[in-house]
């Protein structure tokens, strides 16, 4: 049994703005192209883009839920990225030499006591992804809607932050593709891990408010996870309305 492919959506600045794209060419190893290429390190954070370490090293949505509500536009050419928020005006910049920019920008939207923003890096071999691996987030659409119908409310699937999502399968069927191979598009992916979730999950994406129980929500089903993540084993083509299923 297959499902389609719905949306594709990366994060070019990690926590920093979501954007959707009709296609993406996946390549064996690697994350998602321009997927958390940047990422605002803290003050308390020695990260310097030269390899990958984990989330608690910099500014992210679980800690500061006003970043949820940032969409982004990368202009590739010129790797320039114009973010937008319902509280703030626009922003046009390049992370590559205007991190200061980016960083007063989000001032307003960083909690009081708290390691504050310092500067933006650049990721030098793979996105700043959550797994210690390079991964694409695969989202069951019917896994989201059981959420919902449990929450008793109608959800975005931003507040997710994945990168690809797929409809007509059953609820939480992604569980059992753990190690085994998927085929998505005319690549191949085997997802490893269950994708566990967070605080970030409960900042609504149009308001960055947080204004639903997610986590207390999941533990419904005995866990706290949704999604999993892949590591992607044949280079291939994706886009919206192609197949994804067990290969």
């Known amino acids: 049994m297959t499902g389609r492919i ?21 390549t064996r190893g690697q994350t998602l192209p321009w997927d958390r290429l940047w990422a605002v390190a803290h003050e308390e ?15 992210r949505v679980s800690k500061a839920p006003g970043l949820q509500a940032i969409e982004a536009r990368l202009d590739e050419a010129t790797a320039t990225v114009t973010l937008t928020h319902p509280d703030l005006a626009p922003l046009t910049f390049r992370p590559d030499d205007e991190g200061a920019r980016l960083i007063a920008w989000t001032r307003s939207l960083m909690p009081q006591g708290r390691a504050a923003s310092a500067r933006v890096i650049r990721a ?18 019917s896994s989201h809607r059981a959420v919902e119908q449990r929450l008793g409310r109608e959800l975005s699937i931003h507040r997710w932050r994945g990168n690809i999502f797929f409809d007509g399968l059953a609820p939480w069927e992604e569980f059992d593709w753990i190690d085994r ?11 490893r891990e269950r994708t566990d979730r967070c605080l970030a999950t409960h900042a609504n994406p149009e308001t960055g408010r ?23 084993v044949k280079s291939g083509e994706v886009a919206a309305g192609d197949q994804i299923g067990r290969a």
Do not use: M
């Open 124 to 141: 030098a071999e793979r996105g700043f992804t959550d797994s210690d691996f390079p991964s694409v987030t695969l989202c069951n659409r």
């Open 6 to 26: 719905t949306d594709i959506l990366r994060y070019p600045i990690k926590s920093h703005g979501r954007e959707a794209v009709a296609r993406v060419a996946l």
């Open 210 to 232: 947080r204004d639903a129980g997610i986590l207390a929500t999941l533990d419904h089903w005995g866990h706290r996870d949704f999604s999993v993540r892949a590591e992607i």
């Open 181 to 191: 191979e998927v085929q998505i598009g005319s690549a191949v992916v085997i997802p």
């Open 45 to 59: 954070s020695a990260a310097d883009g030269a390899q990958w370490v984990p989330c608690q090293n910099f500014s």
